[in-house]
């Protein structure tokens, strides 16, 4: 093995065992600035609080033809799956009448 292929692989061995070092330090480091549970707690009402007042928000009367529409398609979506439904139902008797008259 030449001269280089030493110094590079001793290079390499103390590479390798400062890193783990250098990343239990920065663990160390990160753990002693991470706030406290509350203070994130605090900031996290905080910045949710900025966030609701960059929302604009309906007027009333945005909110009632909202409202009567969202009335409207469940009241229509009803009457289909009711729809449905009766006819499900009346395939379903018809087929069994069909196989099992004496029922």
Wanted: hydrophobic share 50%; net charge positive; charged share 25%.
């Amino acid at each position: 093995m030449s001269e280089n292929e030493k110094i590079e692989q001793a290079g390499q061995a103390d590479a390798a065992k400062s890193a783990p070092a250098k990343a239990d330090k920065k663990v160390k480091d990160e753990k002693k600035s991470k706030p406290g549970f509350f203070a994130r707690v605090a900031k996290w009402f905080k910045e949710m609080k900025s966030e609701l007042k960059k929302v604009q928000w309906p007027g009333w009367k945005q909110v009632a033809k909202n409202t009567g529409i969202v009335i409207a398609c469940v009241i229509v979506v009803g009457i289909f799956i009711w729809v449905f439904d009766a006819l499900a139902n009346a395939i379903v008797q018809a087929l069994l009448n069909l196989f099992n008259p004496g029922a």
